[in-house]
Antibody, heavy 120, light 107 residues
Framework: QVQLQESGPGLVKPSQTLSLTCSVS??????????WSWIRQYPGKGLEWIGY???????YYSPSLKSRINMSVDTSKNQFSLKMSSVTAADTAVYYC????????????WGQGTLVTVSS | SSELTQDPTVSVALGQTVRITCRGD??????GSWYQQKPGRAPLLVIF???NRPSGIPDRFSGSSSGYTTSLTITGAQAEDEADYYC??????????FGGGTKVTVL
């Protein structure tokens, strides 16, 4: 079955750029039919959708974050990535990658998540 | 508005039935999905669409929708069902929204 795994620095300084990668195994991003999302969860609870990318590089970002984020896909490595610029302490969260069928918001599976702390 | 509203906490006696609700404008046009999250773990899809369970999800979990509300029902709650439960949906623009979560305590 498809599995996702996030990777990247666990600590980022304020004003810098957060960079994360999601590696997909058990299935190919380039097979299509799905979009690949980033979702974050703040300490204490709330989930926030960040955006998604398709195998061909088409993206759709959350309106509240679109000025600071960029997603990319590398089908040769079966990976997709997130870059978020100008981070602040408010961006401290567990970041998940997840898959959903095209035009759907049904996320399955999810990666295990990676904690990113923004601090100097 | 594309917000989804959930009650923060719900409790249920072991073996009894509990219903968790999620309300929002987007649910009038789009089905909600439900996720179970246990401490330190990623969310797990338990219900999607009209009332569909992924493989491996016990049939004591069921879903329903009416108007601006979607509900998750656990019939015969077990100790292992104690968790946070989140609903989500999408809106007409393609944005994805999550509810604030409901903590289910099994007494």
């Amino acid at each position: 079955q498809v599995q996702l795994q996030e990777s990247g620095p666990g600590l980022v300084k304020p004003s810098q750029t957060l960079s994360l990668t999601c590696s997909v195994s058990g299935g190919s991003i380039s097979s299509g039919g799905y979009h690949w999302s980033w979702i974050r969860q703040y300490p204490g609870k709330g989930l926030e959708w960040i955006g998604y990318i398709y195998y061909n590089g088409d993206t759709y970002y959350s309106p509240s974050l679109k000025s600071r984020i960029n997603m990319s896909v590398d089908t040769s490595k079966n990976q997709f990535s997130l870059k978020m610029s100008s981070v602040t302490a408010a961006d401290t969260a567990v970041y998940y990658c997840a898959r959903a069928p095209t035009r759907s918001s049904v996320f399955d599976p999810w990666g295990q998540g990676t904690l990113v702390t923004v601090s100097s | 508005s594309s917000e989804l509203t959930q009650d923060p906490t719900v409790s249920v006696a072991l073996g009894q039935t509990v219903r968790i609700t999620c309300r929002g404008d987007s649910l009038r046009n789009y089905y909600g999905s439900w996720y179970q999250q246990k401490p330190g773990r990623a969310p797990l899809l338990v219900i999607f669409g009209q009332n569909n369970r992924p493989s491996g999800i016990p049939d004591r979990f069921s879903g329903s929708s009416s108007g601006y509300t979607t509900s998750l029902t656990i019939t015969g709650a077990q100790a292992e069902d104690e968790a946070d439960y989140y609903c989500n949906s999408r809106d007409s623009s393609g944005n994805v929204v999550f509810g604030g979560g409901t903590k289910v305590t099994v007494l």
